[in-house]
């Protein structure tokens, strides 16, 4: 049995088309009061396999209360796939008096599952914060997917070089071309500065990968350098589309070709399904 939080409908139906599993009525409310209630009306099954990526606080409080509905109706086994996992970038303490948010999200969401997937989180070692066996989904082959066949002389760029395996993935995936990477500080949340490094693109098309575009900020800095430094196309791409406020704005007024992500966000530019990824690693 595949059950959905309110932000994964579109996967989890994709989910169970793969798998062949039953795909659950989940019922969505809330109180006057703001507090929310979900519930699976039939939630008969040995095995349940809950989708529900996190990218808001609701999202979190609907996955605890779907993992609490399975156990009480006596599912066996529980796996918990957050396609998407909210506050897995704040996995660290930055300044004194900070909680680590992620463990503090991790701990919460293994006390009501066996297992957890999450689709390729910020950083891969945020697995083992969780109390419970977890593992990591890639999907840095998909970002190749809905790209044109022809590509001139592509180049696979990462906006820093934690990324950098994003790039290569991509690019293994399309079968030819360059990766590089360039050098990003960030000195606010939305203020970024991109520093090209020796990069040539001149008269090359550009895909530049990342795991997530949030405010878009990164992205559209790395794509004002690529302007800069003549590049001929430019496509956006990430795993994970949160694409907030602005951020498709601000990257059309970059200049971007086309941006392109997975479902693990359920976006307009979800143009690649990480649901086959999903599947295997079940
Ligand atoms: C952080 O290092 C991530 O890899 C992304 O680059 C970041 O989350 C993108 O955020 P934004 O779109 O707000 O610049």
Redesign the pocket.
């Known amino acids: 049995m595949i059950v959905s939080g309110s932000e994964s409908q579109i996967l989890a139906a994709r989910l169970a088309d793969v798998t062949g599993g039953r795909l659950a009525r989940v019922e969505f409310k809330r109180f006057p009061d703001g507090e929310l209630k979900v519930r699976v009306p039939d939630p008969s099954a040995d095995r349940g396999v809950i989708v529900a990526s996190t990218p808001s606080c609701d999202a979190h409080i609907e996955l605890l209360q779907l993992q609490d509905a399975l156990r009480a109706a006596g599912v066996q086994e529980i796996v918990t796939v957050m396609p998407f996992m909210g506050y897995a970038?704040q996995s660290k303490v930055f300044e004194t008096g900070d909680p680590i948010s992620a463990r503090a999200m991790a701990r919460a969401v293994s006390t009501g599952t066996d297992r957890v997937l999450t689709v390729e989180p910020?950083k891969t070692d945020v697995v083992d914060l969780f109390d419970v066996p977890a593992s990591t989904v890639k999907a840095g082959d998909l970002l190749a997917e809905p790209l044109p066949g022809d590509l001139t002389e592509p180049m696979f760029v990462s906006?820093?070089e934690?990324?950098t395996y994003l790039a290569e993935a991509a690019r293994n995936a399309y079968g030819r071309g360059e990766s590089n990477h360039f050098e990003?500080t960030?000195h606010t949340?939305?203020d970024?500065e991109i520093e090209p490094r020796d990069v040539d693109v001149t008269g090359r098309d550009v895909v530049l990968t990342?795991?997530?575009?949030?405010?878009?900020?990164?992205?559209s800095e790395a794509v004002d350098v690529l302007q800069a430094k003549d590049a001929a196309r430019v496509f956006v791409t990430c795993v994970h589309p949160i694409l907030m406020s602005n951020?498709v704005l601000k990257l059309s007024d970059a200049g971007v070709d086309a941006i392109y992500g997975t479902d693990t966000l359920e976006r307009t530019v979800s143009e690649v399904s990480v649901a086959p990824a999903i599947a295997d690693a079940l």
Do not use: L
């Open positions: 970038r910020h906006p820093d934690e990324s990003k960030r949340s939305t970024v990342d795991d997530i575009i949030a405010t878009g900020s990164t992205m951020a």
